[in-house]
């Protein structure tokens, strides 16, 4: 199974509308991300948390917001989509100890 | 604040032949992470090779090995014998140090599509 998973993979939905992107990870790591990828812009930093009860913005958290339920699970929400927010976005874990961040498969996301 | 520049949108490389993808940081900093992530059709980010600034010398892994040019904050890859499984869009990117200060995010560069011909 895989370490970092996302669901859904790929979701329409339309304008105005409320979604969550959820991520869930088995590598027992405390810090958690989520990036989002547009052409020509490479990855970009939406939250970032370290553990349950430390959330922070990144650099593009304007229209979003998060939970991080669990140390294992942190999700995304977009609280009334736009189209301009049709992207792919990632989750991604890091030990605090190494580093090294792991990502899942992400997800196609399209506002319409 | 850092900065990431991959200023090559496309390469293309024949099989078996060599190829070098250019990144350009900025940073302040002097103890720092450089990444190279291939991202292939199917989306998933996978780490390449990563270069720790305090090492002198430069990263090999395989047929992948960098150029780390630390005075002029470069940081190429370059990928020996290519094959058509290197075929991907390529991520440089950029962590300072992790510490317990630190928000241990990565910061990338724009991306460079490899086409890789047969």
């Known amino acids: 199974d895989a370490d970092v998973t996302q669901t859904p993979r790929n979701r329409i939905t339309k304008t105005g509308k409320r979604i969550m992107l959820e991520c869930s990870q088995t590598k027992g790591h405390d810090r958690m991300y989520w990036y989002r990828q547009d052409p020509g812009l490479g990855l970009r930093l939406i939250y970032y948390s370290f553990d349950v009860k430390d959330i922070n913005k990144g650099e593009i958290s304007d229209g979003y917001s998060v939970s991080r339920q669990a140390q294992a699970k942190f999700s995304l929400s977009l609280e009334s989509a736009i189209p301009n927010q049709t992207a792919l976005y990632f989750c991604a874990t890091s030990s605090g100890l190494s580093g090294e961040q792991y990502f899942g498969p992400g997800t196609r996301l399209t506002v319409t | 604040a850092q900065t990431v520049t991959q200023s090559q949108p496309e390469m293309s490389v024949q099989e078996a032949e060599t190829v070098t993808l250019s990144c350009t940081y900025d940073?302040?900093?002097?103890?720092?992470?450089l990444f190279w992530y291939k991202q292939p059709p199917s989306r998933q980010m996978i780490l390449v090779i990563r270069q720790e600034a305090y090492k002198q010398q430069n990263a090999t892994e395989n047929r992948f090995s960098v150029n780390f040019q630390k005075a002029a904050k470069s940081f190429s890859l370059k990928i020996s014998d290519s094959q058509l499984g290197d075929a991907a869009m390529y991520f440089c990117a950029y962590r300072r140090s992790v510490g317990s200060s630190n928000t241990g995010k990565l910061i990338f560069g724009q991306g460079t599509t490899l086409q890789v011909k047969p």
């Open positions: 940073t302040s900093e002097s103890d720092y992470y």
